[in-house]
C-alpha cells in the first residue's frame, strides 16, 4: 500500500495562511500524481488540487483558485499545499493521495480503492 503522512494543519485565522505537506512513506513519490482531498463531517470527500508526477500540470476545485497553490519536490518526496487568504469554508481534514494520472488536468480523480490516511485538520475561525 502506498501510505502517505500529512501534516501542516492548525487553527488558524480568517485571512491567514498555511502550509501542508504530504511525504511518502516508504516509497519514492516521483513516480505518481498526488492530489489533496478535504473531508468535512457529514459531507463526501471532496477533491481540492491535484499535480502531475512531472508537477507540469495542476488541477484546482473552484473554491480555492487563486489561493491555494500545490507543488512537489520529488528530492524530498514530499508534495506540499501552500493555502492563502483561507476561508472558514476551509475548514476540514486535508488528505493526500495517489490519483488518476491522465486525469489530473480535468478532475482530481483517486483510484479505488484509494488508501486514505489520517489527514491533517485545518480549522479556521476567528
Known amino acids: 500500500q502506498l501510505q502517505f503522512v500529512e501534516s501542516g494543519g492548525g487553527l488558524v485565522q480568517p485571512g491567514g495562511s498555511l502550509r501542508l505537506s504530504c511525504a511518502a512513506s516508504?516509497?519514492?513519490?516521483?513516480?505518481?500524481?498526488i492530489g489533496w482531498f478535504r473531508q468535512v463531517p457529514g459531507s463526501d470527500r471532496e477533491g481540492i488540487s491535484c499535480i502531475s508526477a512531472t508537477g507540469d500540470s495542476t488541477n484546482y476545485a473552484n473554491s480555492v483558485k487563486g489561493r491555494f497553490t500545490i507543488s512537489r519536490d520529488n528530492a524530498k518526496n514530499t508534495v506540499y499545499l501552500q493555502m492563502n487568504s483561507l476561508k472558514p469554508e476551509d475548514t476540514g481534514a486535508y488528505l493526500c493521495?495517489?490519483?488518476?494520472?491522465?486525469?489530473?488536468?480535468?478532475?482530481?480523480?483517486?483510484?479505488?480503492?484509494?488508501?486514505w490516511g489520517q489527514g491533517t485538520q485545518v480549522t479556521v475561525s476567528s
Open positions: 516508504g516509497f519514492s513519490l516521483d513516480q505518481y500524481a
Open positions: 493521495v495517489v490519483v488518476i494520472p491522465r486525469m489530473v488536468q480535468t478532475i482530481c480523480a483517486p483510484f479505488v480503492p484509494a488508501s
